[in-house]
């Protein structure tokens, strides 16, 4: 099975900053990778497939890279409706195992 | 738009049963394979179980094979999941969510529903 591993946990930030969020596959999986957001009491959205590309409604200030084993979300210029829970996930196989998760908080 | 609507969620004894339901609007349902996920609290997603357009092929992980049934009823554009032998650990949060058009990410998910499995 292909685990993914996300860093970090939890993410602290203020409105306007850069951050990251890194993802690391157990085996190389390409570019099938993919970023979801989720709120509380919301349905989860996907912000990022196929490594890199940005789905049609997604802010610009979302953007993906990476390929093969080691993967990045990164947001710049946080705005507040950006906090909530990201999750990676792998659709090289039909098992689409997730990463454990990145919350990010308001500083 | 697309919508998913989750139903079905409640709380169940050990050992109960459960079917939860997704009704889909927006989209041409019978052309899109269909997927559960669920988050129990504090945890990440899992990944639980995919159904083809057709309904032909199913697919489950190892965690709920054998007590989980995906279906689908295109007549209807509803989505299943017959849950049986719940056990604690299926306490969570149940999404539906559907393919994309590329099969390589589920471009659009419910809110979820709620099962809690308690006794």
């Known amino acids: 099975d292909i685990q993914m591993t996300q860093s970090p946990s939890s993410l602290s930030a203020s409105i306007g900053d850069r951050v990251t969020i890194t993802c690391r596959a157990s085996h190389t999986i390409g570019a099938y990778l993919n970023w979801y957001q989720v709120k509380p009491g919301t349905a989860p959205k996907v912000v990022i497939y196929g490594a890199s590309t940005l789905p049609s409604g997604v802010p610009s200030r979302f953007s993906g890279s990476g390929s093969g084993t080691d993967f990045t979300l990164a947001i710049n210029g946080l705005h507040p409706e950006d906090f909530a829970t990201y999750f990676c996930q792998h659709s090289y196989n039909t098992l689409y195992t997730f990463g454990q998760g990145t919350k990010l908080e308001m500083k | 738009e697309v919508q998913l609507v989750e139903s079905g969620g409640a709380l169940v004894q050990p050992g109960g049963s459960l079917r939860l339901s997704c009704s889909a609007s927006?989209?041409?349902?019978?052309?899109?394979?269909m997927h559960w996920v669920r988050r129990a609290p504090g945890k990440s997603l899992e990944y639980l179980s995919h159904?083809?357009?057709?309904?032909?092929?199913?697919f489950y992980v190892d965690a709920v094979r054998g007590r989980f049934t995906i279906s689908r009823d295109n007549s209807n554009n509803t989505l299943y999941l017959q849950m049986s032998s719940l056990r604690s650990d299926d306490t969570a949060m149940y999404y539906c969510?559907?393919?994309?058009?590329?099969?390589?990410?589920?471009?659009?998910w419910g809110q979820g529903t709620l099962v809690t499995v308690s006794s």
């Open positions: 969510t559907k393919d994309s058009e590329r099969g390589d990410h589920f471009d659009y």
């Open positions: 927006g989209f041409r349902f019978r052309n899109s394979a």
């Open positions: 159904i083809s357009g057709d309904g032909a092929t199913t």
